[in-house]
């Protein structure tokens, strides 16, 4: 087992190995070669300043995954005693990913969306609009006056246009959405 006394961090030799492996292959992503070369690195002993230098990286990424990798320590270990080299790898690699993002909640719900995506594959004539054609200008008003949704730039249609074009669930989605709509009318 190798162990640096500053990072606290005890490897392996299956570790090292598939830390090894992680940091040499061509087919693994560069976020992932860094973050095994930067734990193989505590590992040796080397201090923040040599890995800046040696990686060509800043102080807060070494100290994020050696603290990640501290924090995994005891499952991976776990994980080596009662699993396979395999599944060890497959821990590994968990840890070295990024984690989860939140991001920013949805402006639109995907009925919101589906909704103005419908309403664009009508005629705006259907409509008792007096144009043959929609513009995006013209859509994201009608949407807000229809009440589907509160407040719309006509960019954002058309990004919502753009990007629901090429997409067959959102496609299917649109269709059942459709024969509901359809179904739901009496003549």
Known sequence: MS????????LSDIQIQILEDLANASFSPQAIIIR??????????KLALDIEQELGISYPPINKWRGRWLQSK??????????????????????????????????FTEIQILQIIALACTSPQEEGLPV??????SLAKHVIK??????????????????RADKTTQGKMLVKFQKQKFRNLRC
């Not at 080596?80 to 989860?100: F, N, Q, R, S």
């Not at 229809?146 to 990007?163: A, E, M």
């Open 132 to 137: 043959s054609h929609w513009s995006c200008r």
């Open 146 to 163: 229809k009440g589907i949704v509160k407040n719309i730039s006509h960019s954002r249609i058309n990004v919502f246009l753009k990007s």
């Open 36 to 45: 095994a070369n930067i734990i193989l690195l505590c590992a040796q002993g």
């Open 3 to 10: 162990f640096n006394k500053n990072a606290g961090t005890f």
């Open 74 to 107: 005891a499952m991976l270990d776990q994980i080596e005693k009662d699993k396979t080299k395999g599944e060890l790898k497959k821990a590994i690699e968990h840890v070295l990913k990024d984690a989860p993002r939140s991001g920013a909640p949805a402006d």
